[in-house]
């Protein structure tokens, strides 16, 4: 029998590498977000109500269309069922503020793929979080639409108290900006001005416990994230439990900071990663112009990965060591 023959009634199939494959895939790793971020939607629905839902459905379809638009592109076949782009709409939707025009969300949809995700590659190949670069993008390109903000349904009561003549802000804007400090309970329950999802502290808690106890998010990257920005909160003298449950520190901590592509893989160098990304933000809070820093100092960090990386590798017993290293 010749080898044609033999190789013809094989049974064998020569494939590429991994051949060890997970059942965790990348559409369920997708549906879990999805579903930690509930919650956030849910209370984003309650507190602003249809205006919410409209921003949200117009990141999806920015979003969505130019995930389709670049597989179109590159001749692959357009995969919008691994949920990837779904994720990257929502997280930014969450984002902005409940004022933002539709066409501003869809743009900024469509930016946060295109331009953090499609030119790098595809999925996988991205070196920033997508949705914080629409964000960032939006920010810099419409800075007064990206900070007007509205009280949410039962908020401002507290206000009463004397700081009536304070405008719509968010709790770190109140505090930069009046030296008014949010009581916690309003920020846990979200009757404050803020993105759509910055609000409700409780409910992203409860998200990011669903991802914890799924195991999709490694707890290193945000317990150093908030940890840090809570002693260095104390260490510059204003109050730590504030400036973890104001602004975007959480959403950004369980939901951005963990993203699997643009974080690092290795143990030490998630933590690494999550003490950078508190000291950025609470650099930026604290003397910066802007009163919120988890977006840029996440970005910064995505850009630093490389170098964590190739300074927290493991060392491999039996391995030559690089005399340059």
Same mark, same amino acid.
């Given at each position: 029998?010749?080898?044609?023959?033999?190789?013809?009634?094989?049974?064998?199939?020569?494939?590429?590498?991994?051949?060890?494959?997970?059942?965790?895939?990348?559409?369920?790793?997708?549906?879990?977000?999805?579903?930690?971020?509930?919650?956030?939607?849910?209370?984003?629905?309650?507190?602003?109500?249809?205006?919410?839902?409209?921003?949200?459905?117009?990141?999806?379809?920015?979003?969505?269309?130019?995930?389709?638009?670049?597989?179109?592109?590159?001749?692959?076949?357009?995969?919008?069922?691994?949920?990837?782009?779904?994720?990257?709409?929502?997280?930014?939707?969450?984002?902005?503020?409940?004022?933002?025009?539709?066409?501003?969300?869809?743009?900024?949809?469509?930016?946060?793929?295109?331009?953090?995700?499609?030119?790098?590659?595809?999925?996988?190949?991205?070196?920033?979080?997508?949705?914080?670069?629409?964000?960032?993008?939006?920010?810099?390109?419409?800075?007064?639409?990206?900070?007007?903000?509205?009280?949410?349904?039962?908020?401002?009561?507290?206000?009463?108290?004397?700081?009536?003549?304070?405008?719509?802000?968010?709790?770190?804007?109140?505090?930069?900006?009046?030296?008014?400090?949010?009581?916690?309970?309003?920020?846990?329950?979200?009757?404050? @001005?803020?993105?759509? =999802?910055? /609000?409700? *502290?409780?409910?992203?808690?409860?998200? $990011? !416990?669903? &991802?914890?106890? +799924?195991?999709?998010?490694?707890?290193?990257?945000?317990?150093?994230?908030?940890?840090?920005?809570?002693?260095?909160?104390?260490?510059?003298?204003?109050?730590?439990?504030?400036?973890?449950?104001?602004?975007?520190?959480?959403?950004?901590?369980?939901?951005?900071?963990?993203?699997?592509?643009?974080?690092?893989?290795?143990?030490?160098?998630?933590?690494?990663?999550?003490?950078?990304?508190?000291?950025?933000?609470?650099?930026?809070?604290?003397?910066? @112009?802007?009163?919120? =820093?988890? /977006?840029? *100092?996440?970005?910064?960090?995505?850009? $630093? !990965?490389? &170098?964590?990386? +190739?300074?927290?590798?493991?060392?491999?017993?039996?391995?030559?060591?690089?005399?340059?290293?």
């Amino acid at each position: 029998m010749s080898v044609e023959e033999n190789l013809d009634k094989s049974t064998l199939t020569l494939t590429s590498s991994p051949h060890l494959r997970s059942p965790v895939t990348v559409r369920r790793i997708m549906t879990d977000v999805l579903i930690a971020l509930l919650p956030a939607v849910a209370a984003a629905l309650y507190f602003f109500g249809g205006q919410a839902l409209a921003i949200i459905l117009a990141t999806l379809a920015g979003a969505m269309g130019a995930e389709a638009l670049a597989a179109r592109i590159r001749h692959q076949p357009i995969p919008l069922r691994d949920g990837s782009a779904a994720v990257t709409g929502v997280l930014l939707a969450l984002c902005l503020p409940p004022t933002a025009p539709l066409w501003l969300a869809f743009l900024g949809g469509a930016f946060a793929i295109g331009i953090g995700k499609a030119v790098f590659g595809g999925l996988g190949m991205n070196v920033f979080n997508p949705a914080l670069v629409g964000r960032a993008f939006l920010v810099a390109s419409f800075p007064v639409l990206m900070t007007s903000w509205r009280w949410p349904a039962g908020a401002g009561a507290w206000m009463q108290q004397g700081f009536d003549a304070v405008a719509t802000a968010t709790p770190l804007d109140l505090l930069a900006l009046e030296g008014v400090q949010t009581p916690y309970v309003e920020l846990l329950l979200g009757r404050v @001005g803020g993105s759509l =999802g910055e /609000t409700s *502290a409780l409910a992203l808690l409860i998200g $990011a !416990v669903y &991802l914890l106890v +799924r195991e999709i998010i490694d707890w290193r990257i945000p317990v150093s994230y908030i940890a840090t920005v809570a002693m260095l909160a104390a260490i510059m003298g204003t109050d730590p439990t504030f400036h973890v449950l104001a602004g975007g520190l959480i959403l950004g901590a369980f939901f951005m900071a963990t993203d699997y592509v643009s974080g690092p893989v290795t143990k030490r160098g998630k933590l690494l990663f999550g003490v950078g990304c508190g000291l950025l933000t609470m650099l930026i809070r604290q003397f910066g @112009g802007y009163p919120e =820093g988890v /977006t840029y *100092a996440i970005l910064f960090m995505n850009a $630093a !990965v490389p &170098l964590i990386e +190739r300074f927290t590798k493991p060392r491999l017993f039996g391995a030559e060591v690089d005399s340059n290293e």
